[in-house]
């Protein structure tokens, strides 16, 4: 959880600097990732033979899919970086809004810890 808090906060600042490439940022940084996950899977040494194979070939189904719908949605990047520009603008008018970051966390912790009680 920590970490995705730490990777949370790297975009949230890395978008108020990056407003219009960040999207595209993030669609490239997810499809290496998964293209590092199918090689990792490919490659790991183990005794199941068949479901590293069932694995391997449903993680590469999903980067092809994901790479034809970029490729056939690129255009909507471009909406989407409007977005971002107009979310950031917004941000940057009411620096208050941070506030219901750290309040959201503080819920989230508060459900964690009634889950494990």
Same mark, same amino acid.
């Given at each position: 959880?920590?970490?995705?808090?730490?990777?949370?906060?790297?975009?949230?600042?890395?978008?108020q600097?990056?407003?219009?490439?960040?999207?595209?940022?993030?669609?490239?940084?997810?499809?290496?990732?998964?293209l590092?996950?199918?090689?990792?899977?490919?490659?790991? /040494?183990?005794?199941?033979?068949?479901?590293? =194979?069932?694995?391997g070939? #449903? @993680?590469?189904? *999903?980067? +092809?899919?994901?790479?034809?719908?970029?490729?056939?949605?690129?255009?909507?990047?471009?909406?989407?970086?409007?977005?971002?520009?107009?979310?950031?603008?917004?941000?940057?008018?009411? /620096?208050?809004?941070?506030?219901?970051?750290? =309040?959201?966390?503080?819920? #989230? @912790?508060?459900? *964690?810890? +009634?889950?494990?009680w």
């Open positions: 959880m920590i970490i995705a808090f730490a990777v949370s906060v790297i975009y949230f600042v890395l978008v600097f990056l407003a219009s490439k960040m999207n595209y940022i993030v669609v490239g940084l997810g499809m290496v990732v998964l590092v996950t199918i090689i990792c899977v490919f490659t790991y /040494k183990t005794e199941l033979e068949n479901l590293k =194979i069932a694995v070939t #449903l @993680l590469t189904l *999903i980067l +092809i899919f994901f790479a034809v719908t970029v490729y056939k949605h690129f255009d909507s990047m471009k909406l989407y970086s409007i977005y971002l520009k107009w979310s950031t603008k917004m941000f940057n008018d009411r /620096k208050l809004s941070v506030i219901y970051v750290f =309040i959201f966390f503080a819920i #989230l @912790l508060g459900f *964690i810890g +009634i889950m494990i």
